[in-house]
Structure formats: C-alpha cells, structure tokens
C-alpha cells in the first residue's frame, strides 16, 4: 500500500485511469474563497499543468520517483498520517 500523489494534467489522469474520477486539491484564497490555480508538473510527461489532479503511484513506477513536482506520502486527504 502507498499513498504516494502524483501531480498529473487532464490528458494523463484520464491515460492513467479511464472513467475515474479525478483527486481534484481545491486551493482557495481564504479571503474570498476563489479558486487559486497552482501550477505544478505533471509526474507523467513533465508539462505544467493548473488541474489540481492527483494520481496515486508508486514513486518507483512512475518517472518521477518522487523527486519532481509536489508529493505527499501520507495523510493526503485524509487529515491523518501514516
Ligand atoms: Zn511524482
Ligand atoms: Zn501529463
């Protein structure tokens, strides 16, 4: 079991996980509540991509090998931590 996140962009998510809905990370401006987009690379094929998308892998799958873009092991989404 990992809980290793990806950053992936529309393209690769839907690649990745035909008909899944997608982990979308709502960043929102605690001021007004709009909807910040954050830029990140996607760990599939390293363009930038604003989606917010995040697929779950195993860092030793993917290119990345959980050195690029953001990750989060443990707890994403859930508020705990393994
Ligand atoms: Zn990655
Ligand atoms: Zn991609």
């Known amino acids: 079991m990992n809980r290793w996140v990806h950053p992936a962009c529309i393209d690769c998510f839907s690649a ?3 008909g899944r809905e997608p982990v979308v990370l709502r960043v929102t401006d605690p001021r007004n509540g709009a909807r910040l987009r954050v830029r990140r690379t996607c760990c599939f094929c390293s ?4 989606a917010g998308i ?12 959980g050195a690029l873009g953001y990750h989060a092991n443990g707890g994403f989404g859930t508020g705990r931590r393994g």
Do not use: E, S
């Not at 363009?47 to 604003?50: A, Q």
């Open 47 to 50: 363009r930038d991509t604003d």
């Open 16 to 18: 990745l996980a035909p």
């Open 54 to 65: 995040f697929a779950r892998r195993d860092p030793a799958t993917v290119g990345c090998h």
